[in-house]
């Protein structure tokens, strides 16, 4: 794949005019509108509507005298599908 990235850069900058190409060693970055949406779509979380647990039930530490729920404990909450994966 990388064959083929360097492959259509070659071939765009021999298409390229000498003015578009720039100085030679010139480092050309990205429209800032391209770089700023990117960081935006990375960032942004998918919230819940609400939040979720997930509980660890122990069966060991389970006994007839003990009351339901006092054997279970919280391992995780999320509020987000990027918190959950």
Do not use: C
Request: hydrophobic share 30%.
């Amino acid at each position: 794949m990388a064959d083929e990235l360097n492959k259509a850069a070659l071939e765009e900058y021999k298409s390229s005019s000498v003015e578009d190409r720039g100085e030679e060693g010139e480092i050309v970055g990205e429209s800032d509108d391209t770089a700023s949406s990117l960081g935006k779509q990375i960032t942004m979380k998918h919230p819940l509507e609400h939040s979720w647990t997930f509980w660890f039930d122990n069966p060991s530490g389970k006994s007839k005298q003990a009351a339901w729920g006092s054997s279970i404990r919280p391992i995780y909450t999320f509020s987000t599908a990027e918190d959950f994966w």
